[in-house]
């Protein structure tokens, strides 16, 4: 998953590769904007069939102020994503990464590197195994 600069950078690539690549990926694109946009959020367009669903179903119409009010807050949090994943791509792609290590003194000090979530806990010295358990 990635906002407009891993968009930006992913097509810079592909274009290197060929022409056609870069078309397939803009028709991919768009096609997964199309469905994205019929999710049932109230700021995209699928809210606003959910609502008209729900006008249909109860014979009357939401309420004005619960419209707004949950318009407004699902607009805040979609705004919050994008830019939340336009920080993560900033944070991937450019050498941002490397100057706050610098800075922090934080070199090969990870708190989720692979080697710390892969690795297998040493067995116990002191603990000898119930022969008889195994018979």
Do not use: C, E
């Not at 900033?90 to 922090?104: L, Q, S």
């Amino acid at each position: 998953m990635g906002g407009p600069l891993a968009i930006l950078i992913t097509y810079y690539y592909i274009v290197k590769v060929s022409l056609m690549v870069a078309v397939w990926f803009t028709g991919f694109l768009n096609v997964n904007l199309a469905i994205l946009n019929l999710l049932p959020i109230p700021v995209l367009d699928g809210g606003h069939i959910l609502f008209a669903l729900w006008q249909m179903i109860f014979r009357r119409p939401v309420n004005a102020r619960v419209v707004n009010v949950i318009t407004n807050a699902f607009a805040i949090l979609l705004i919050g994503v994008f830019v939340l994943l336009t920080g993560r791509d900033f944070w991937r792609f450019t050498p941002a990464k490397k100057y706050w290590d610098k800075i922090t003194g934080a070199r090969g000090k990870r708190l989720w590197s692979r080697a710390a979530t892969n690795a297998v806990p040493a067995p116990d010295a002191g603990h000898v195994p119930d022969a008889s358990k195994h018979n």
